[in-house]
């Protein structure tokens, strides 16, 4: 039982202390791939934590079954006088719970494929009705979609391949260079497979939506992997392009404001 | 470039061009006089996009009349709404260059635009 322990440990103190160390490291965005990679471990960890005690429970019951007071005698003496002659109803308590965390964990992973395939089949569906949309015109520049929309808008969906969808007033607010600059940023997003771990991180911030560790990782992730994005970008274009692009779109069309 | 749904989307092209709706063969006689298609590849297509929920169809004599379920403003509309909508439970996951922004974000915009070196954003 004590592997199990140490892991439950484990996952305990992550979920407790995880949330402000982990937001503390990568709050800067200082190297943003690092920063999410160090999300998805931390909350793969406690996954992957759940289920190998789940494991180690079952294994240690069913290799000590009949004898369990007398396996636990070694690491738990304390117990062993307490439970002295209730060996049967330890064996049923830790056999009954270790029942339920997997349960609970195979719950978690139909929850999960659930979530995922729904996510997937609307994507899919998106990218038919912006195929839908664009009504047949030239792609745009990069290969992306053009649609008629009164928003300035850029952005990209997962598939094989990924799809970019641009508004034409998009495409009319933006430079050449500009324009490069934000389809670097999307096609990051579609090679660095960013929405398969958004899509993950938010289902189980959903499933797990009681502990702090898993919404908040998905918030970071967020973040994190737009600025990877836009390091990249930054990288091919300038850094100068990049936020000329951002204020084109982001900002009202009209006169651009005076300096003081 | 041919891809994904490109016949579908010249097909709703021409459909939403004739007034959302038309047979097949007035499609297909559109489409003829751009590129080569044969007929079976149209009365296929628009047979896909019926089933699809993209149209809708009804008999008139022997053949039938398809109407678009949406003009094109409100397929355009509902797409724009589905993209940018920033609800936690947005069902496809896509990324946007620029998030919507809320005044006070705007306001630091325009602080970082007046006090970078060299300038107004040149267009």
Redesign the interface.
């Given at each position: 039982m004590t592997a199990a322990m140490c892991l439950l440990t484990y996952s305990l103190g992550l979920l407790a202390f995880g949330p402000a160390m982990l937001r503390g490291i990568t709050r800067s965005g200082a190297a943003p791939r690092l920063g999410f990679s160090l999300w998805i471990v931390a909350t793969g960890s406690v996954i992957g934590s759940w289920s190998a005690a789940a494991v180690f429970a079952a294994v240690e019951l069913w290799r000590s079954w009949g004898q369990l007071d007398r396996e636990l005698a070694g690491c738990l003496a304390a117990l062993k006088l307490l439970m002295s002659g209730s060996g049967t109803a330890l064996q049923t308590a830790l056999t009954a719970m270790t029942g339920l965390v997997a349960l609970a964990l195979l719950i978690l992973g139909i929850r999960l494929a659930t979530l995922l395939v729904?996510?997937h089949c609307?994507?899919r569906?998106?990218?038919?009705?912006?195929?839908?949309?664009?009504?047949?015109?030239p792609?745009g520049p990069g290969?992306a979609l053009v649609?008629?929309?009164e928003?300035c808008?850029?952005?990209?969906?997962?598939g094989r391949p990924g799809t970019i969808?641009i508004?034409r007033s998009a495409l009319a607010?933006l430079?050449t260079a500009q324009m490069a600059a934000?389809l670097a940023?999307?096609r990051a997003?579609l090679t660095g497979r960013?929405?398969n771990v958004?899509?993950i991180a938010?289902a189980l911030?959903?499933i797990l939506a009681p502990l702090p560790l898993f919404s908040l990782a998905y918030a970071e992730i967020a973040r994190l992997?737009?600025m990877r994005?836009d390091d990249v970008a930054a990288r091919q274009h300038g850094r100068s392009t990049v936020?000329?692009?951002?204020?084109?779109?982001?900002?009202p069309a009209g006169p651009?404001?005076?300096?003081? | 470039?041919r891809g994904?749904?490109?016949l579908?989307?010249?097909v709703?092209?021409q459909l939403?061009s004739l007034g959302d709706a038309a047979t097949v063969r007035e499609v297909f006689e559109r489409i003829l006089e751009a590129r080569p298609i044969a007929y079976t590849t149209v009365l296929s297509t628009m047979d896909n996009l019926y089933r699809?929920g993209?149209l809708t169809r009804e008999r008139v004599g022997k053949a039938h009349r398809y109407r678009t379920v949406l003009s094109?403003a409100e397929?355009?509309?509902?797409?724009?709404r589905?993209?940018?909508d920033t609800g936690?439970?947005r069902?496809?996951?896509?990324?946007?260059?620029?998030g919507k922004?809320n005044d006070e974000e705007?306001a630091r915009?325009?602080d970082?635009?007046?006090n970078?070196p060299g300038s107004?954003?040149?267009?």
């Open positions: 729904r996510r609307h994507t569906r998106h990218v038919e009705a912006a195929h839908l949309a664009a009504r047949g015109a792609r290969g649609i008629e929309a928003q808008s850029v952005y990209c969906l997962a969808v508004t607010a430079t934000v940023h999307e997003h960013h929405h958004l899509a938010g911030a959903r992997t737009e994005a936020v000329d692009a951002l204020l084109a779109l982001a900002l651009s404001p005076a300096p003081p | 470039m994904f749904g490109e579908e989307s010249v709703m092209d939403w699809k993209h094109h397929h355009s509309a509902a797409l724009m589905q993209a940018l936690q439970d069902e496809a996951v896509l990324t946007h260059f620029v922004m705007l915009l325009r970082v635009l007046r970078r107004s954003p040149g267009r």
